[in-house]
């Protein structure tokens, strides 16, 4: 055979190279990759069958590279997990392949879809979901599917313990609490323990300041917050260590002036709280303001205490009081007038008698009631009784005088009152029976016819 011609078996046409060369070209092109290339012609006869059949071979394996960059692209590049090759024209290997393909997709594809659904769920905040691992499973797929399972356990466990804990902590109030560290290793173990530090340092913390608070609530300010703190708790605690500084240095200076005041009598102490504000600096100025009213209206009792114990009844509390200082303040001015009423009463009423040489003079004093009625009352008594007796003095001295010896003083009299009494008593008998005797002794003289023995005879009587 010549090499210009070939001969294929079972024909009676011989083809020429020519006729052979496209399928060559076509084939070259094939084995570099090139699938779009086609046998573009051939001679009638088998060449054209092979040809068709070339042709159609290309097809399929086009179609197949096609879609296998095509669902490599929306794999790849879209993330589209769904996408699989479509079933060519082919059947046999062609159809095998696909399949293959396909299935390899699945076996790649569903574990990674379902750990994605469940780190999706996870980062939703849902750690119910796992991936069913098949036992059919094998290798990567079935390591990838227990590790994602295993760090959704592993975050479950975390945020149980690290929920309780807060819970505990934030919640109910319940200090002390410790997340278990049971199962936990890594990064887990680490951010557990970390929890269970915060939930050590806070429980301390808060204790110790609640330790100080309920000392402050029981009046005991001995107490300080002592606890390591940082950040804004440290400005907690040094926040309640100055509010315990402030009502100490307060209570302190509230009970030397109260101690001043109240216990030794030392008026016009100032309480002197530096560095306070708010209520402190209020309740320590009404401290103040309540120690100098105090104070003034005291000093003003005492002075017109003093002044009445003096003898000065012209003294008044003018000081503005309220309450019961108001009404002490009425109770002393109406006590100073009372005095003074009594005491104008009183001076008149001696004035009259004692030097007027009035008589009968009665102390009037309204209003009082008590031991300056009993006094008003024993005034009058004394000015009625001393009229009495001084006016019957006078009328038996005065009944002497007219020569009537017949009166003697009848009022009751006591001490030297009654000491006078007598002596009058008694002068007027004496005087009643020398002019008894005057008279007989002047009826003899008449009788005999002698003179009186008015120059001769002595006034004392036997």
């Not at 009638?44 to 590279?65: F, K």
């Not at 609640?210 to 400005?235: F, H, I, P, Q």
């Not at 009213?293 to 005291?298: D, E, R």
Request: glycine share 8%; proline share 2%; aromatic share 4%.
């Amino acid at each position: 055979m010549s090499p210009a011609n070939v001969e294929l078996a079972g024909t009676e046409r011989t083809y020429t190279e020519s006729d052979l060369v496209p399928f060559l070209e076509t084939l070259i092109t094939w084995r570099d990759g090139d699938f779009r290339r086609r046998v573009s012609h051939a001679p009638a006869g088998i060449l054209s069958e092979i040809r068709l059949l070339l042709n159609e071979v290309a097809d399929r394996r086009e179609h197949l590279a096609n879609e296998l960059a095509r669902v490599r692209r929306e794999v790849v590049k879209e993330g589209r997990f769904t996408e699989r090759l479509s079933p060519g024209p082919g059947v046999g290997a062609w159809a095998e392949s696909v399949g293959s393909v396909n299935d390899l997709i699945d076996a790649i594809v569903t574990p990674v879809s379902g750990a994605a659904d469940v780190i999706d769920a996870v980062a939703k905040g849902d750690l119910s979901r796992r991936i069913d691992v098949d036992r059919a499973a094998r290798g990567e797929v079935r390591r990838l599917g227990k590790a994602i399972n295993g760090m959704v356990d592993q975050l479950s466990l975390f945020t149980s313990e690290v929920t309780r804990v807060t819970r505990d902590l934030g919640t109910e109030g319940r200090l002390g609490g410790r997340a278990n560290l049971r199962g936990m290793s890594g990064s887990w173990r680490d951010l557990t323990e970390a929890v269970n530090t915060m939930s050590d340092r806070v429980s301390a913390q808060v204790r110790d300041i609640a330790e100080v608070t309920t000392a402050v609530a029981r009046g005991d300010l001995s107490r300080k917050v002592t606890v390591d703190a940082v950040g804004e708790m440290l400005e907690l605690k040094h926040t309640v260590n100055t509010m315990v500084d402030q009502l100490s240095a307060f209570a302190e200076e509230v009970t030397r002036v109260a101690r001043e005041v109240g216990t030794e009598g030392k008026l016009g102490g100032q309480a002197q709280v530096r560095g306070v504000s708010g209520t402190w600096k209020d309740l320590t100025d009404n401290v103040n303001f309540m120690a100098n009213n105090l104070t003034s209206q005291v000093r003003q009792i005492a002075v017109v205490s003093t002044a009445v114990a003096k003898g000065d009844l012209s003294r008044k509390i003018t000081v503005d009081a309220q309450g019961e200082i108001l009404e002490l303040k009425e109770t002393l001015n109406t006590m100073v007038d009372q005095l003074s009423a009594f005491a104008d009463e009183v001076t008149r009423v001696a004035r009259e008698v004692g030097t007027e040489g009035k008589l009968g003079g009665r102390a009037e004093v309204k209003g009082v009631s008590g031991v300056w009625k009993d006094l008003t009352d024993n005034v009058n008594s004394m000015a009625r009784n001393l009229t009495y007796q001084v006016r019957n003095i006078a009328q038996v001295t005065t009944a002497v005088a007219n020569g009537d010896f017949t009166r003697k003083i009848d009022v009751d009299a006591q001490g030297e009152m009654l000491e006078l009494k007598s002596t009058m008593n008694t002068m007027v008998d004496q005087l009643s029976s020398f002019a008894s005797a005057a008279r007989r002794r002047c009826a003899a003289c008449r009788a005999t016819g002698r003179t009186s023995p008015t120059t001769s005879t002595s006034w004392r009587t036997t």
